[in-house]
């Protein structure tokens, strides 16, 4: 694990008048590039020869990086490319998966924004599990033996592979003829109650600086094929096919304003169970997903500790987001406000690990 104070000493080189918003095009790169474009502030995007139509289309970068591999972003000499131009590298899901957290803990120099030990405490599911249980959230019952199975439950796997693979069994039996087919080689699962309600996926942002959760935007995943059954149920009473849950977009939603409290708190006490397990904790976006249940409790089911897809609905801003600021805030230009404040506050080694 490289160590914070290792990466604040390379910060310590860069030219503050020259930072540069730096990610991998994908995901959720034209919200973070408009937001540093927004913010005043210079950015780059690193993308694969067939995504360089969309970015050159977009005209949001002002630096186009080419690689074969994203993988190419751990060698030395493009690092040292990266820390030349000032680069403060914003992760999001597909950074993560591309790279690999293991990879982002110990082979990436390059100043990266937030606190990189939350990717260990995300991607371990038991880890994500003790985070959301000190944070005191409601969580699914999970079943350590598949014998022990007595409702309906979800089989998931590591990584956000956006639910591939996920399958759903009532009993042992019916979660054993399932994993058989699914030819696995010593794969890690987690065997998890299925909560039957409505989702939620509230974006969060927390700043270090003014030590504020705010609650800038919320979504709902779209999932094929569990989304194209539920219009069909009636038709395809007999002949269902298997449920699967591959995200394939987000829908945008607000909350009844009578629930508000409940997820604020929620995203007020992930944070700061998080100071207490890993300090100084979690920094900028991240997401709680949740079930809301016809009692109107929200059931928690997995943290994503970074920028997720479902912001992308918002670049000129949300519901919420506009309740919090005077003009179209999204969670990508926030990342950059941040980025800036600290700057005027010579404080960015609070908020870049
Ligand atoms: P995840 O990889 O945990 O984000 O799960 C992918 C999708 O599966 C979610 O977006 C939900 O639609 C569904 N899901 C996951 N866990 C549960 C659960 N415990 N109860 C109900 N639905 C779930």
């Known amino acids: 694990?490289?160590?914070?104070?290792?990466?604040?000493?390379?910060?310590?080189?860069?030219?503050?008048?020259?930072?540069?918003?730096?990610?991998?095009?994908?995901?959720?790169?034209?919200?973070?590039?408009?937001?540093?474009?927004?913010?005043?502030?210079?950015?780059?995007?690193?993308?694969?020869?067939?995504?360089?139509?969309?970015?050159?289309?977009?005209?949001?970068?002002?630096?186009?990086?080419?690689?074969?591999?994203?993988?190419?972003?751990?060698?030395?000499?493009?690092?040292?490319?990266?820390?030349?131009?000032?680069?403060?590298?914003?992760?999001?899901?597909?950074?993560?998966?591309?790279?690999?957290?293991?990879?982002?803990?110990?082979?990436?120099?390059?100043?990266?924004?937030?606190?990189?030990?939350?990717?260990?405490?995300?991607?371990?599911?038991?880890?994500?599990?003790?985070?959301?249980?000190?944070?005191d959230l409601k969580l699914p019952e999970e079943f350590k033996h598949p014998e022990d199975i007595d409702r309906l439950v979800m089989v998931k796997f590591p990584g956000a592979k956006g639910g591939k693979d996920y399958f759903l069994a009532r009993s042992y039996d019916e979660f054993e003829r399932k994993i058989k087919k699914l030819q696995l080689q010593d794969e890690k699962f987690t065997i998890q109650e299925y909560v039957i309600g409505t989702r939620f996926y509230p974006h969060y942002f927390y700043s270090p600086l003014t030590e504020r959760v705010e609650l800038l935007s919320m979504d709902i995943r779209y999932e094929s094929n569990i989304d194209g059954i539920s219009r069909l149920s009636y038709i395809l009473q007999n002949s269902h096919p298997e449920p699967s849950f591959v995200v394939t977009g987000n829908c945008p939603v607000v909350v009844r304003e009578l629930l508000l409290p409940q997820l604020l708190e929620m995203g007020q006490r992930i944070v700061k169970a998080s100071q207490e397990l890993f300090s100084p904790g979690l920094t900028g976006p991240f997401c709680i997903e949740t079930v809301c249940t016809e009692d109107l409790e929200f059931i928690a089911f997995e943290i994503s500790a970074r920028i997720v897809a479902g912001t992308n609905l918002y670049i000129n801003g949300s519901p919420y987001s506009q309740l919090l600021y005077d003009e179209p805030m999204s969670t990508g230009r926030r990342i950059s406000r941040e980025i800036k404040d600290a700057l005027k506050q010579d404080s960015l080694d609070r908020i870049i690990y």
């Not at 970015?55 to 690092?79: G, H, S």
């Not at 957290?101 to 003790?130: A, C, Y």
């Open 1 to 135: 694990m490289i160590h914070q104070r290792e990466i604040h000493h390379i910060l310590d080189g860069y030219d503050r008048e020259k930072i540069t918003i730096a990610t991998i095009g994908s995901h959720t790169a034209l919200q973070i590039l408009k937001g540093a474009r927004d913010e005043g502030l210079k950015n780059l995007v690193i993308c694969k020869r067939g995504a360089v139509e969309v970015y050159r289309q977009f005209r949001l970068a002002d630096e186009l990086i080419i690689v074969e591999n994203f993988k190419q972003v751990l060698e030395k000499e493009f690092q040292e490319g990266l820390i030349e131009r000032n680069a403060i590298l914003i992760p999001h899901g597909s950074f993560v998966e591309y790279l690999s957290p293991s990879s982002i803990e110990d082979k990436l120099w390059v100043p990266m924004f937030g606190n990189r030990t939350v990717l260990d405490w995300e991607s371990n599911r038991e880890k994500e599990r003790e985070w959301m249980e000190r944070a």
